[in-house]
């Protein structure tokens, strides 16, 4: 986009919404760089988990939490892990993608449009996929790390798949997307009312 097409673009952005732009945008940045950073900080913190190659070490902190033997993990084993880990990541730079774009949008003026709920909605959708893949990384993990040893399936199942704040995360992305649906009605609303005027 031109920077003409782009100051074309503002001029059509009522008064109210250009100065709730500028009161905003500190606020959108700082949210986008959070959004990045919490990435990046994911991306570290698997480097850094993953770069202990000690498998003998990772299975005896494993198999003391779960009051098992675990010995003999095998680097098959390690490997399916980090590519679970690497899936469950790459939901995760999605919801950050989201978050990216849609405060974008506020930056660029359009507050209350329909784009702006489409970006809204895509947040809480990819929100709850990050969540499902979460709970299912969990528990596959542990079938994947526990198959070669001896381990009660009560002992498997003591583990929790879904933790309470897993509900809380849930919770919240639902309510993003009930809130981007409620705008995107509001915005559509007064797209047809200026129409009709």
Known sequence: M???TAAAE?????AGQTALRR?????CWAIRLAAVLW????VVEMAWSWSDTDNAKFAEGL???MGADLTGLSQTQIDWMFVMNSSVLVCDAVVAYCIWRL???YLQGRIFTVDAAVWMHRVGMAGLLAMASGVVFRRLALLILTSHAQVSATTLWSFQAVLPSDLLWIIFCLF?????QIFKAAAELADDH????
């Open 103 to 105: 405060f974008g949008t």
């Open 23 to 27: 009161r905003i945008a500190w606020v």
């Open 2 to 4: 031109s920077v003409m």
């Open 10 to 14: 503002f001029d059509d952005v009522p």
């Open 176 to 180: 993003v997307i009930a809130v981007a």
């Open 63 to 65: 198999g003391r939490a």
């Open 39 to 42: 990435v990046a900080w994911l």
């Open 194 to 197: 200026a129409k009709i005027i």
